[in-house]
């Protein structure tokens, strides 16, 4: 009953986000980190629920240069209670979502704050990934990828503020080696081989091979 509650409330609350932070991303982690928990049964899944989908609600929140993370962690504390949630879970909870953030750079403190980090990251791979990237860094003035060296094989630094496929260099290709779990690395390098498989593609119809 509380996990059905939080997942509508938090439809509502998304109902007009962008669409690389949406309800459907939200849905999309919560699945994630409810298979990664199945190897940590001790997690109670109404707290996996709450983590999720409270995880980028400061997205959807006036954030006047405070990171999403730490607005989302208010978020969490402000208004978890209402669910029935202790105390002690609410700041488990807010904790683990502080340091999801990616830009923030901070490590987790717990099981729970690892695998939501691992399950918020492997939305950025695979196929959703570079949909959501595409989504999200064309929104702003950039160049699909520079002309001579398209993904960085010369001594060209990457610069996604520029080239959104730079954006796999400067970031997505390095998410592997940040994660936690061993289920995550595994979900990691399948959607890795598929992401490889594009660049070669994508590579191929730059050069002209029609
Ligand atoms: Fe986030
Ligand atoms: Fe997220």
Sequence with gaps: MIKE???????????????????????RVLNL???LAKDFPQIEEDV????????????????????HAIISAN????????????????????????????SLGR?????????????????????IGLARMFSFLNESERILYNVDDPFCTSERKPNDKKYT???????LFSIPSKLH??????????????????LEQMGLE???EL
């Design 5 to 27: 509650q939080i997942l509508k409330d938090t439809e509502e609350i998304f109902k007009n986000a962008e669409n690389s932070h949406d309800f459907l991303h939200t849905k």
């Design 33 to 35: 980190v409810l298979e």
């Design 48 to 67: 996996i629920y709450a983590t999720c989908c409270f995880h980028d609600v400061g997205r959807t929140i006036p954030q006047d240069g405070v990171n």
């Design 75 to 102: 978020y969490a504390r402000e208004n978890l209670i209402k669910y029935g949630f202790t105390p002690q879970q609410i700041e488990e909870i807010a904790c683990a979502i502080e340091t999801h953030s990616w």
């Design 107 to 127: 490590e987790p403190k717990s099981l729970l704050g690892e695998i939501l980090q691992d399950g918020d990251r492997i939305d950025s791979l695979g196929a």
């Design 165 to 171: 496929i730079d954006h796999l260099f400067t970031k």
């Design 181 to 198: 779990t061993e289920k995550a690395k595994q979900l990691a390098n399948k959607r890795m081989e598929f992401m490889k498989s594009f």
């Design 206 to 208: 730059i050069k002209g």
